[in-house]
């Protein structure tokens, strides 16, 4: 990749994994102390609760992987391993959050490939480091390639000309 940048949510990966195992930790510890009491009407808690627990604990490894731009490109990692990647010519719209008060902010960017609105592309929050130089980056490269940019207005799905600026939120 030329010219690549990393973009990290700092705390945020290592707390959500640190969570996660907690979790995980437990659901564990559970999962063994009724396996030892298990009675034949129980196999419905295993069934339903390994799935939920697996799915709540690699969804909250996978919402904070960092974000990497390059000239071709905008992708993510977990932990240094590229984990997807999409070209800039594959995203067709950019759906931005809800414009937020006087400032017209938003919280979340979604560069979204064709038809595919919930993961199709990449999703971008503004707890990421950075977070300036990040929207600058992806905004150069939708004006020079004229993608649509989409936001909510209370209930109103408007087109705008460049990507609003980022939230400043709590977790800056």
Known sequence: MTNAATFRYGKLAWLALALSLAMLAMAAYAFVRAAEAFNPGDLVYFVVGIPCVVAFVTAAMLSYRDIVTSSEGIGRSLFGIRTSFVAWGQITSVRCGVLSGGDRSVGNYHLRVDS????????????????????????????????????WDVNTLITLDRLPPPKKGAWR
């Open 116 to 151: 595919r609105a919930l993961f199709g592309g990449v999703r971008v929050m503004t707890m990421v480091d950075d977070v300036d130089a990040l929207i600058a980056r992806i905004d150069a490269e939708v004006v020079r390639r004229s993608i649509p940019v989409t936001a």
